[in-house]
């Protein structure tokens, strides 16, 4: 008989978490936030992703799938959410009144438990090997949707650390639908014209430097140049929305709201590109991976994401973009249920969970199931190949029809032997 | 290499099923009590063996008896009565219990459910109250009875808590390093001093190094105990202790230990003859046993046989200690089962030693 309590005794009751937090959600939403540039991209409903990346490995046990008072468990309790039955780690309490507006899959069991093949891996869908390296999630959306209506780059990155143009991400579509990336969520250092440089010059050194360019290509390969040429050709449109990444300008109840941290103040900058109508929008965070003083080290972690994760599905929500925005939260891999001698978890894609929202997903669903001590999947397991499929097709890109042309060679958008996750899509 | 007439000598090693996080010798010197993992509190008693050979000493050894039940989560905290035979002890979910620690049949005498909201990270008992501190940022008093006679509230986790010698104040330290002096009588926080090392923020990861406070023998010495964090993810740090002047606040003396895989300082004891014992866990298979002077620069004794250490416990008679630490070979990406191909968790070896004469 197994001596410890049911988890559920234990946690804090529905009626009791859910009470006296009505209104907050309501209050706190955006009200009057919205820029006017919003309104241009809001009209087009075009669909657009925010992908966001906590790199390391967030853990599945002190998140989206707790087992609290199990060997694996950990320290924390589980609280109830919107959804009856279903619980989050009480390190996600603004999450657990949003679970409505989110679906959980629970069953993922991916391929690599190394940070170095699973980040690409995850993040190119893990094909079948054709022997090319497929694009990043974020380079496949921009090849295949291209920018919006704005005109906006259509694959950006907000990061800590470094910025520039990452072609890396975009395997074999070429250079061209890499990621523009903006280090520690500010434009590359050159970007703004400076203020001893008339629009005139400007223009006219614009002029000279694509005939140096078109002279310097001719003999190059023409992928380069073509995407710095469209790198630049979009830098500039972004140039006239420069006012996004000025953050002191943004009202301090906003910024607030998101949290006076990397993660919250790059979730807003990332809301705000959205608005602006760049189609594919990556936020990342690093330091995910807890090997050592995890326990310690997820109550500030986890509570960070949960309140920008929050603020923004609140946000895209408020505005209507949330209907045809779809939301990725994800990490490489899970962690760990065994605890190791430094309090820590190591790496686990046996049993994790991916948290999505938005355009063509189910809100409300959760799917798939982790055994009672959280260490494998009960029932049916789904890989990241099955993700490709199902946000390709909340996007409206039919996998099955739709095919990449690797310089005549066709090659499937996602893995060709999975499908989509049932339940997920709306 | 050390003197083998100096090291201390191991006596046994006591197994648990699963991992432990606190242990500590009952006042009277009968019983080794530890917090676990698995919301037990796991006991042994001292026993006098047989000798195997005619002639030989008695041997004594340290047995186990059946754990106490009624945590729900990670019992991390642990004190005793001054007096009575009992224990107070507390978890990652809140409750705060007391119960008899001694015999078969052991008696609750009160529980608390939701004595924080949440962790309950430490408790610390003078001869009249016991404090409790958490991850809800409270500090609370108790009597032995179980009364909550007053708190204080903070924004910041909780994370290390003793009382004055006297009794009269508790002493607190936060997530963020900030120690604070306060008075129950007058609910007034008297003085406050910051202990910068002791925090540092990695991208968006609070890394708190504080784990305990402790007064040395004249009280007018107060020991910050735990890590000088250097980056978050994967812990790194360097082991850490500062000798505060306690009417001041100032350090008059700071010893750090080993490198940023070495982390942190998780326990230590005062030896009356003029020393402390301390024990480090670092990343995983890294772990130190060391004795240390104040005044000194350089422990007198250190050892890196047993790895990552999260308890170290004194007995009463001042010639024995344990260590608890974690099972070998405890970390790992990725699915690895055992021989019977069971997916199995890491246990806790706590092992018994006595002190050179």
Sequence with gaps: ?426 | MADPKKEPKQLQILESERQLLCTRFSPDGTHLIAGGMDAQVHRWHRAEVAPEKEGDEKKIEWQPLPNLAGHHAWVGAMGFHPKAKHIFTGDSWGQLRCTDYEGQKLKVHWSQKTAHDGWLRQIAVSKKHLATVGRDGAVRLWSHAGKRIAEWKGAEEIFAVTFQPDGQRVVFGDAKGVVRVWNFTTKIIEREFTLNEFYKLARIQDVCGLTRLVFLEDGKTLLAVGCAPTDGGTMQGIPTLDWLDYATGKSTQRYQFGVENDVFITDVAWHPKGYLLCATSGVTGRGTTFFIRPGEKEPFYSSTKIANIHALALHPDHQHFTLTSTSRGSNGNGRRLDKEGNYSGNTSPVHVFELPA
């Design chain 1, 1 to 426: 008989m197994n001596p410890l309590c049911k988890p559920n005794e234990h946690a804090l009751s529905r009626r009791q978490w859910l009470g006296g937090m009505g209104g907050a959600a309501a209050a706190g939403a955006l009200g009057g936030l919205v820029s006017p540039a919003v309104g241009e991209v809001l009209k087009q409903k075009e669909k657009q992703v925010l992908f966001i990346w906590l790199d390391g490995g967030m853990s599945q046990l002190e998140s989206w799938d707790p087992k609290p008072n199990t060997q694996f468990g950990g320290p924390f309790r589980s609280i109830p959410t919107k959804l009856p039955g279903i619980h989050v780690s009480e390190l996600m309490p603004r999450m657990a009144k949003k679970m409505d507006k989110i679906c959980l899959v629970r069953a993922m069991r991916t391929q690599d438990n190394s940070h170095s093949a699973g980040v690409p891996r995850i993040q190119r869908g893990d094909p079948k090997n054709r022997g090319v390296i497929y694009p990043y999630f974020g380079s496949a959306v921009a090849q295949l949707m291209g920018p919006t209506a704005s005109g906006l780059p259509p694959y950006v990155w907000v990061k800590p650390g470094s910025g520039g143009f990452k072609p890396t991400d975009a395997g074999f579509l070429g250079p061209k639908y890499g990621a523009l990336a903006f280090g520690d969520g500010q434009p590359p250092p050159n970007f703004l014209r400076p203020a001893t440089l008339s629009p005139e010059q400007d223009t006219a050194r614009n002029e000279l430097r694509r005939a140096f360019n078109f002279n310097y290509a001719q003999p190059r390969r023409k992928a380069n140049n073509e995407a710095n040429t469209y790198v630049f050709d979009t830098a500039e449109i972004l140039l006239k929305r420069r006012e996004i990444f000025d953050t002191s300008k943004y009202p301090q109840k906003e910024k607030d709201r998101y949290g006076n941290h990397l993660l919250g103040q790059h979730m807003l900058i990332g809301r705000k590109l959205l608005e602006a109508g760049c189609r594919f929008v990556k936020v990342n965070s690093y330091g995910w991976d807890t090997h050592g003083d995890h326990f310690n080290g997820t109550v500030s972690l986890v509570n960070r994401f949960d309140q920008a994760f929050a603020a923004v599905l609140e946000d895209l929500e408020a505005t209507g973009q949330l209907d045809h925005t779809l939301v990725i939260a994800m990490s490489e891999f899970g962690r760990t249920p065994r605890i190791n001698g430094h309090a820590g978890r190591d790496h686990w894609p046996e049993a994790w969970t991916i948290a999505l929202a938005g355009c063509g997903i189910n809100a409300g669903a959760v799917i798939g199931a982790t055994n009672a001590q959280g260490t494998f999947v009960k029932g049916d397991e789904y890989d990241i190949g099955h993700m490709f499929h199902t946000w390709f097709r909340a996007l409206g890109i039919n996998p099955d029809a739709v095919e990449f042309d690797n310089g005549g060679q066709p090659l499937p958008i996602a893995h060709d032997e999975m499908g989509v996750i049932p339940g997920v899509l709306a």
